[in-house]
Each structure stands twice: as C-alpha cells, then as structure tokens.
T-cell receptor
Framework: DAKTTQPNSMESNEEEPVHLPCNHS???????IHWYRQLPSQGPEYVIH???SNVNNRMASLAIAEDRKSSTLILHRATLRDAAVYYC?????????????FGKGTTLSVSS | NAGVTQTPKFRILKIGQSMTLQCAQD?????MYWYRQDPGMGLKLIYY???????DKGEVPNGYNVSRSTTEYFPLRLELAAPSQTSVYFC?????????????FGNGTRLTVT
C-alpha cells in the first residue's frame, strides 16, 4: 500500500469545524482512501472512505484533491467525544485479501 | 448484533506461559484479522483469514498461531509468552473483499507478559 503522511497532533475547540489533512503523493489509480478513528481504550472504528469524489456521511465529510495526492477529513462541529486518533489509510482496490495498514495517525484534542 | 467480541479484556502472563485470545463475530463476515498495538504506535497486522479453513501471515506473525475452523471464530494462540508480546490485541472482521465493506473491531485484549 502507498504511504500516507499525517500531522502527529491537532487541537480544536468544541463546536468548531476540524479539518484533518492527509498527504498521499504516491497514490495509485486504484487506491481507496479510508479514514478510521480510535477513541481512548477502544478499537478503531470506520469513519468514511472514498476514491475520487468527495463523500459525506453522518459522521464526517471527505474532501479529495483533484489530483488525489491529498485529502481532508472534515468534522463539521467537533464535540468532546471526537477526541481520538484519526488514521488515514490507502488500500488498493485489487488487494482484497490483505488488511489495512495503520500508521500513527493524528491525535485530535477537543477543548470545551 | 454483538459485533466483534474479544475475551478476555485483560490478562497477565508469566514468561513461557501460553494462552489463547478469543475472537468471535456474529455478522457472518468472511474476513477476519488480528492486530497488535504497542503504546503510542499504530496497529500491526499479525494474521488474517479470508474464510473458514484459510489463514495467512501478516507483518508480525512470529510467536503466534491462528486457526479458523468456522466463520464465527478466529482465536489467536501464544505458545511461549515473551515480554515483547506485551501489547493490546485487536480482532477485526470484514464482510467481503469490496472496498466499501468497512472493518469492524473488537475492544481489545490488554496483555502483559512479565
């Protein structure tokens, strides 16, 4: 899988939007962009994924650059419960049997 | 649905002891995975399975064994526990090979080997 680069940590205030960046300059045409997050003392949970177009779901939005070399996870109104480690992962569309490889991710702190 | 259930939640082992970490899923998922997470680090893949009777090694398989006799269960075996195996272990499952099929994780087993 191609490599991703994320900031080690970010801070936000409650009820403000949060933009979590991810660089993936070596992405290939078949790589999907996945985001997971890990709350303290829990296993990771799926947030969102996309290939080329921007995506929205009840948890977040995913904005993908036109050249696909970067993407941004957007939390529209941060809550204290959103404090977690956020992982940006690439997965090739033809690598169905292999697992997602998790890096260190971005630790998001949310203040009230 | 209980999702992915891992037992035990916590365990302390002495060096050289053995144990089995249990993982069960009730979602009829074909793909199952074992990861370990050391403090402050990301997850590393130990073993995975794409269906009953089929297992394969991940990044860090040494010191571990797995079996997948049924779709529901994917136990992880440690034969001779070592301090380097002190970690949090996560089991995950996935319905199928499709990329819009997300991974579901259990809440982990925290293992300490002393």
């Amino acid at each position: 899988d191609a490599k991703t680069t994320q900031p080690n940590s970010m801070e936000s205030n409650e009820e403000e939007p949060v933009h979590l960046p991810c660089n993936h300059s070596t992405i290939s045409g078949t790589d999907y962009i996945h985001w997971y997050r890990q709350l303290p003392s829990q296993g990771p949970e799926y947030v969102i994924h996309g290939l080329t177009s921007n995506v929205n779901n009840r948890m977040a939005s995913l904005a993908i650059a036109e050249d696909r070399k970067s993407s941004t996870l957007i939390l529209h109104r941060a809550t204290l419960r959103d404090a977690a480690v956020y992982y940006c992962i690439l997965r090739a569309g033809n690598q169905a049997g292999t697992a997602l490889i998790f890096g260190k991710g971005t630790t998001l702190s949310v203040s009230s | 649905n209980a999702g992915v259930t891992q037992t035990p939640k916590f365990r302390i082992l002495k060096i050289g002891q053995s144990m089995t970490l249990q993982c069960a899923q009730d979602m009829n998922h074909n793909y199952m995975y074992w990861y370990r997470q050391d403090p402050g680090m990301g997850l590393k893949l130990i073993y995975y399975s794409v269906g009953a009777g089929i297992t394969d090694k991940g990044e860090v398989p040494n010191g571990y064994n797995v079996s997948r006799s049924t779709t529901e269960y994917f136990p992880l075996r440690l034969e001779l526990a070592a301090p380097s195996q002190t970690s949090v272990y996560f089991c995950a499952s996935k319905l199928d090979r499709a990329n819009n099929s997300p991974l579901h994780f259990g809440n982990g087993t925290r293992l300490t080997v002393t």
